[in-house]
């Protein structure tokens, strides 16, 4: 981990739920049994990275020939496992440096869960917490999907990084080079720098910013993959707290251009708290890693209970995510044809204009969007009053309220069953809280599974993602019936629905 970014480890409480059955990673609640990784492995790759150090000059850093006996070692094992490897060279400041890429055969293609960690260290000694103890259980993690013939729903890549100490350049020249194509194929990237600090703290990447400070959420679907990991921690009866995605490993090329991220980490000099050694032991008032950048960061310089708990952490992740089966589409309309909504189902609508309808919208304007010519997919949504007219009043809600139900679904007996869809509501200052856009699920009762309400404040249209759960409705025939309603006196309100979707 390079020595010049600030520690961005905080003290909030990570988010202690998530819904991850939608999640873009499709988190589900099946997976493959995550094993036991033995710490007894773990550490004998470390002892081979300290060989390796002692015979190359006390260190495996960029450009040194302990750097490159690294990449071998890690390589050659994993070629023996029956990975597809890949040795990819930079240049940097002079020197060649070098990345580990392995490929497990098998899963989607389409679907890539990257696994890495930096397996370079500082010229000062030979790195083995920093980061010989992410490499070495990501290794191990790597191994024990060979021996167990693994076969995920998600396609595995492992990746040892270069020159990490020198601002990131492996990882950086990795996702600079790959094609716009291949990014894409990314979903997720789990980093592990640092796993086995003597005076350790475990700290999950705030995907979702709940500690509600510093550097902000990572892409969407981090949350997702934070969650997995303090699922763990949780199972085992350990508290994590939030770091922050502060640019100080290598998942920073993979946020910057999108794609989701997580991880752990144990502490480099920060100081632990004396909360901290409340909740986690050890010594308050020092460095996690007291060894940190020195030449003492050896073998010594491991907690083993960390890292055990960490190397764990990380095979329940890549078993959870890489095995989990993708939700299956119960029922979807994306809205491109009529499939047999009906406005006004009950006959008791008030709306004078701006009646639900399905059609391709016209954009409209009065201090910010309120009518939005876009749809989340396609070219058609369900939208109040599709037209645009003279002016942004002309064909709003006005009048009451307009709805509009779905054909009948029927529900597979079995779940969970989660209900998707994008909306916006948008209302000028003169809305209040009387102006609404409601969804409800009716079968054998009726259940409100949204509602947003407007304000006395300017709100302008975005398209934004919402789930329910419809686990209550298993087994039974229900139509979905959206409703709008412009309750106010005189008030401008638009409102859309695109892409709804049932999911088992």
Not at 83 to 106: C, E, H, K, M, R
């Amino acid at each position: 981990m390079p020595l010049t970014w600030r520690n961005g480890a905080r003290l909030a409480v990570a988010a202690a739920v998530a819904a991850l059955c939608s999640s873009l990673l499709h988190v589900p609640s099946q997976a493959a049994a995550p094993p036991d990784i033995p710490l007894a492995n773990v550490k004998a790759h470390l002892a081979q990275l300290q060989s390796i150090a002692n015979a190359n000059g006390g260190n495996r850093a960029h450009g040194r020939p302990g750097y490159l006996a690294s990449a071998n070692y890690v390589r050659g094992l994993l070629d023996a496992a029956g990975f597809t490897t890949t040795l990819q060279s930079f240049t940097y400041n002079g020197a060649t440096g070098y990345n580990v890429i392995a490929d497990w055969p098998g899963g989607n293609p389409d679907d890539v869960l990257m696994v890495g960690a930096h397996l370079d260290g500082v010229t000062a000694g030979p790195g083995i917490n920093d980061n010989g103890s992410g490499s070495a259980a990501i290794l191990e993690t790597a191994l024990e999907v060979s021996r167990q013939s693994l076969q995920p729903t998600k396609h595995l890549r492992f990746a040892w990084w270069g020159a990490e100490e020198l601002g990131l350049r492996g990882s950086q020249f990795y996702v600079n080079n790959l094609p716009a194509a291949e990014r894409a194929r990314i979903k997720g990237y789990l980093n592990f720098d640092m796993v086995g600090s003597p005076n350790a703290g475990y700290f999950v990447y705030d995907g979702d910013n709940s500690d509600g400070v510093g550097a902000g959420p990572g892409p969407a679907g981090s949350a997702a993959l934070e969650q997995t990991i303090i699922g763990y921690f949780t199972s085992i009866g350990v508290q994590t707290r939030g770091t922050d995605f502060d640019g100080r490993s290598d998942y920073g090329p993979f946020i910057a251009v999108g794609i989701p991220a997580g991880g752990t980490f144990t502490g480099a000099e920060g100081i632990k708290s004396a909360a901290q050694a409340t909740l986690w032991g050890g010594t308050a008032g020092q460095a996690f890693d007291v060894c940190y950048h020195r030449a003492c960061d050896t073998t010594a310089n491991i907690n083993d209970t960390a890292l055990d708990r960490n190397a764990d952490a990380i095979a329940h992740a890549v078993w959870t995510i890489g095995t989990a089966v993708p939700p299956v589409v119960v029922w979807q309309d994306t809205f491109e044809t009529a499939t047999g909504w009906t406005a006004n189902p009950s006959g008791t609508d008030g709306a004078t204009l701006g009646q639900w309808e399905r059609g391709d919208p016209e954009a409209t304007d009065s201090s910010g969007a309120k009518q939005l010519g876009t749809t989340v997919s396609g070219t058609n949504g369900l939208v109040t009053g599709r037209l645009a007219g003279s002016s942004a009043g002309a064909y709003d809600l006005d009048g009451g309220v307009t709805s509009i139900q779905s054909p009948p679904i029927t529900l597979p007996a079995t779940g969970p069953l989660n209900l998707s869809w994008s909306w916006y509501l948008a209302h000028g200052s003169n809305s209040s809280s009387a102006d609404y856009l409601r969804i409800r699920v009716a079968g054998s009762t009726t259940t409100t599974v949204f509602q947003q309400a407007g304000a006395a404040t300017n709100r302008n249209g975005a398209w934004a993602a919402a789930t329910a759960s419809l686990n209550a409705f298993a087994g039974q025939t229900v139509r979905i019936l959206v409703d709008a309603a412009d309750a106010s006196t005189a008030s401008l309100v638009e409102a859309g629905i695109d892409d709804v979707k049932i999911t088992r």
